[in-house]
């Protein structure tokens, strides 16, 4: 198990895979194998079979918290609120005084639109612990959901203030002046605290991204190569720089952006579509089609990549029974 724990630290996600597998099959009652191993599927991008593992995990120990918590977060992730209230309940049933509990559980009702008892939660939790960037970044959500725009903003200016570099609470901001119509609010307030957390990554990627809201092309190029400078695996700057060269038809440069996504990151199915697209501009049909194939091999139902490559189908020639 810690062999296979020092495969992931390394990145080398599929000889974790296969020796927690062999693992499993040897010590299948084993709650905390079958945690790691949904970790190493989460980290090769297999969502389903970690929540499989995940259950399997709290299948074999009906106490074990760290597998019903994970499985609440996989909900939440999924926009399930449903069962990430289930699961949250599982561990709180077990822990009371769990945080991440109690935080996954208000999280839960605020996907089901419970805005009062999920606000009556964090407050709670603030209460406790009044310098946490997380429930300082969850209450100015709820804030801005009831359209108190001033709270909302002190709150997230809070959250950043306990933590530089806290992504929701900068994502929250820059989401608050875009429906104030402030982009360049937004801007000023991203290179703000970009000198106190230089190399945050996301918060290039926000900023180029708000660039290209306000059309400053050039601009938003810097940030996205800012964002690769400081995560050579920032996949968003990557696909947006793969989108905006080939705006400008610089098509070498699009290409190697998107191929550095499915080479780089190919768990990542959208740079499939990026890069397939980018062929297509530029009539490489047959490079298309592969491209779209290899994301159907690794989901079937990816649906992007079905609808692209039945409009190729039909476009040039081919088995229009398999295009339907």
């Given at each position: 198990l810690a062999s296979a724990q020092l495969l992931l630290a390394r990145g080398k996600t599929a000889d974790a895979v296969t020796t927690l597998q062999a693992l499993v099959s040897d010590a299948p009652d084993m709650a905390r194998v079958h945690f790691v191993l949904a970790t190493a599927y989460s980290q090769a991008g297999n969502t389903p079979r970690a929540i499989e593992s995940l259950k399997d995990s709290v299948a074999q120990d009906g106490d074990f918290l760290p597998g019903y918590l994970a499985l609440a977060d996989f909900y939440l992730q999924k926009q399930d609120?449903?069962?990430?209230?289930?699961?949250?309940?599982?561990?709180?049933?077990?822990?009371?005084?769990?945080?991440?509990?109690?935080?996954?559980?208000?999280?839960?009702?605020?996907?089901?639109?419970?805005l009062a008892h999920a606000l009556e939660e964090f407050t709670l939790l603030e209460a406790s612990d009044p310098k946490s960037p997380i429930l300082q970044e969850r209450l100015g959500y709820i804030a801005m959901r009831q359209k108190s725009s001033a709270q909302a903003e002190r709150r997230f200016n809070n959250a950043l203030e306990k933590q530089a570099d806290f992504l929701p609470a900068m994502r929250d901001l820059v989401e608050l002046y875009a429906t104030q119509k402030q982009p360049e609010k937004a801007i000023a307030r991203l290179q703000q605290q970009l000198h106190k957390a230089p190399t945050q990554s996301d918060f290039y990627e926000l900023l180029g991204n708000t660039y290209i809201a306000t059309r400053q092309w050039d601009?938003?190029?810097?940030?996205?190569?800012?964002?690769?400078?400081?995560?050579?695996?920032?996949?968003?700057?990557?696909?947006q720089l793969a989108r905006l060269y080939a705006r400008d038809q610089k098509f070498p440069q699009a290409?190697?952006?998107?191929?550095?996504?499915?080479?780089?990151?190919?768990?990542?199915?959208?740079?499939?579509?990026?890069?397939?697209?980018?062929?297509?501009?530029?009539?490489?049909?047959?490079?298309?089609?592969?491209?779209?194939?290899?994301?159907?091999?690794?989901?079937?139902?990816?649906?992007?990549?079905?609808?692209?490559?039945?409009?190729?189908?039909?476009?040039?020639?081919?088995?229009?029974?398999?295009?339907?």
């Open positions: 609120g449903k069962t990430a209230i289930s699961y949250a309940d599982e561990a709180l049933r077990r822990n009371p005084r769990s945080v991440v509990g109690r935080i996954d559980h208000a999280n839960a009702q605020l996907l089901l639109g419970d601009a938003a190029e810097q940030a996205f190569r800012s964002a690769i400078d400081q995560n050579p695996n920032a996949y968003l700057a990557h696909s290409l190697a952006e998107a191929q550095t996504l499915t080479q780089e990151m190919p768990e990542i199915l959208s740079g499939y579509i990026i890069l397939g697209s980018i062929y297509e501009q530029t009539g490489a049909v047959d490079q298309a089609r592969a491209t779209y194939e290899q994301a159907i091999q690794r989901d079937p139902n990816f649906a992007p990549a079905l609808n692209n490559l039945a409009w190729i189908y039909c476009e040039h020639g081919r088995n229009l029974d398999l295009a339907l």
